[in-house]
Protein backbone atom coordinates (compact mmCIF):
# COMPACT_ATOMS: atom_id res chain seq x y z
CA UNK A 1 0.00 0.00 0.00
CA UNK A 2 0.71 3.64 0.41
CA UNK A 3 -0.32 7.15 -0.34
CA UNK A 4 1.54 9.59 -2.76
CA UNK A 5 0.75 13.73 -1.92
CA UNK A 6 2.00 16.27 -4.94
CA UNK A 7 1.71 20.02 -3.46
CA UNK A 8 2.28 22.93 -5.40
CA UNK A 9 6.11 24.93 -3.92
CA UNK A 10 3.58 26.40 -1.46
CA UNK A 11 2.91 23.44 -0.08
CA UNK A 12 -1.12 23.01 -1.49
CA UNK A 13 -2.08 20.08 -2.41
CA UNK A 14 -2.48 19.36 -6.14
CA UNK A 15 -2.62 15.86 -6.26
CA UNK A 16 -3.26 12.62 -3.78
CA UNK A 17 -3.90 9.25 -4.31
CA UNK A 18 -4.00 6.56 -1.95
CA UNK A 19 -3.73 2.52 -2.62
CA UNK A 20 -6.20 0.36 -1.57
CA UNK A 21 -5.64 -1.41 1.93
CA UNK A 22 -2.87 1.25 2.58
CA UNK A 23 -4.13 2.71 6.52
CA UNK A 24 -6.01 5.94 6.46
CA UNK A 25 -3.78 8.26 7.99
CA UNK A 26 -1.66 7.61 5.66
CA UNK A 27 -2.98 10.54 3.11
CA UNK A 28 -2.83 12.76 5.86
CA UNK A 29 1.10 11.78 6.60
CA UNK A 30 1.99 12.06 2.99
CA UNK A 31 0.43 15.45 2.72
CA UNK A 32 2.46 16.96 5.40
CA UNK A 33 5.57 15.61 4.57
CA UNK A 34 5.23 16.99 0.77
CA UNK A 35 4.17 20.45 2.55
CA UNK A 36 7.26 20.26 5.03
CA UNK A 37 9.41 19.42 1.67
CA UNK A 38 8.08 22.26 -0.56
CA UNK A 39 8.20 25.03 2.41
CA UNK A 40 11.78 24.27 3.50
CA UNK A 41 13.05 23.46 -0.01
CA UNK A 42 14.66 20.34 1.25
CA UNK A 43 13.64 16.30 1.67
CA UNK A 44 11.90 15.72 4.56
CA UNK A 45 14.06 13.30 5.89
CA UNK A 46 17.21 16.41 6.18
CA UNK A 47 14.52 17.71 8.88
CA UNK A 48 14.31 14.41 10.64
CA UNK A 49 17.99 13.52 10.78
CA UNK A 50 18.71 17.41 12.09
CA UNK A 51 16.15 16.53 15.02
CA UNK A 52 17.64 12.86 15.65
CA UNK A 53 21.31 14.44 16.06
CA UNK A 54 19.88 17.13 18.88
CA UNK A 55 18.37 19.97 17.21
CA UNK A 56 14.77 18.98 19.23
CA UNK A 57 13.76 22.44 18.95
CA UNK A 58 12.35 21.72 15.22
CA UNK A 59 9.92 20.26 16.44
CA UNK A 60 8.01 23.30 17.72
CA UNK A 61 8.09 24.64 14.40
CA UNK A 62 4.71 22.91 13.64
CA UNK A 63 5.43 20.63 10.52
CA UNK A 64 5.64 16.89 9.48
CA UNK A 65 9.58 15.78 9.55
CA UNK A 66 9.67 11.99 8.42
CA UNK A 67 11.14 10.56 5.93
CA UNK A 68 9.89 11.15 2.56
CA UNK A 69 8.94 14.02 1.69
CA UNK A 70 11.11 15.50 -1.74
CA UNK A 71 10.79 18.78 -3.10
CA UNK A 72 10.61 18.87 -7.25
CA UNK A 73 12.90 21.17 -8.95
CA UNK A 74 12.40 22.71 -12.23
CA UNK A 75 15.53 24.49 -13.93
CA UNK A 76 16.96 25.05 -10.57
CA UNK A 77 13.65 26.11 -8.80
CA UNK A 78 11.60 23.78 -6.42
CA UNK A 79 8.13 24.02 -7.61
CA UNK A 80 6.76 21.39 -5.68
CA UNK A 81 7.34 18.23 -3.44
CA UNK A 82 6.23 14.66 -3.33
CA UNK A 83 5.12 13.02 -0.16
CA UNK A 84 4.78 9.48 0.40
CA UNK A 85 3.73 7.21 3.08
CA UNK A 86 2.15 3.82 3.69
CA UNK A 87 4.87 1.76 1.77
CA UNK A 88 7.13 -0.99 3.56
CA UNK A 89 9.46 1.15 5.45
CA UNK A 90 10.79 4.74 5.49
CA UNK A 91 13.18 4.37 2.78
CA UNK A 92 10.86 3.23 0.43
CA UNK A 93 8.67 5.67 1.55
CA UNK A 94 11.64 7.92 -0.21
CA UNK A 95 12.48 5.92 -2.65
CA UNK A 96 9.35 6.45 -4.38
CA UNK A 97 8.92 10.20 -3.57
CA UNK A 98 12.38 10.26 -5.28
CA UNK A 99 11.59 8.39 -8.56
CA UNK A 100 8.28 10.34 -8.55
CA UNK A 101 10.58 13.99 -8.17
CA UNK A 102 12.49 12.75 -11.19
CA UNK A 103 9.73 12.16 -13.58
CA UNK A 104 9.55 13.73 -16.59
CA UNK A 105 7.76 16.52 -16.68
CA UNK A 106 5.26 17.22 -19.82
Keep these: GGAIAVVDNGGNLVYLE ?9 S ?3 TKKANTSALFKA ?6 NAI ?3 RGALITVGHTFLQGGIPIIFNGQVIGA ?11 DEDIAIAGSKAQIQ
Design 28 to 30: EVA
Design 52 to 54: NGG
Design 43 to 48: PSSKLE
Design 18 to 26: RLDGTFAAA
Design 82 to 92: IGVSGSASAQQ
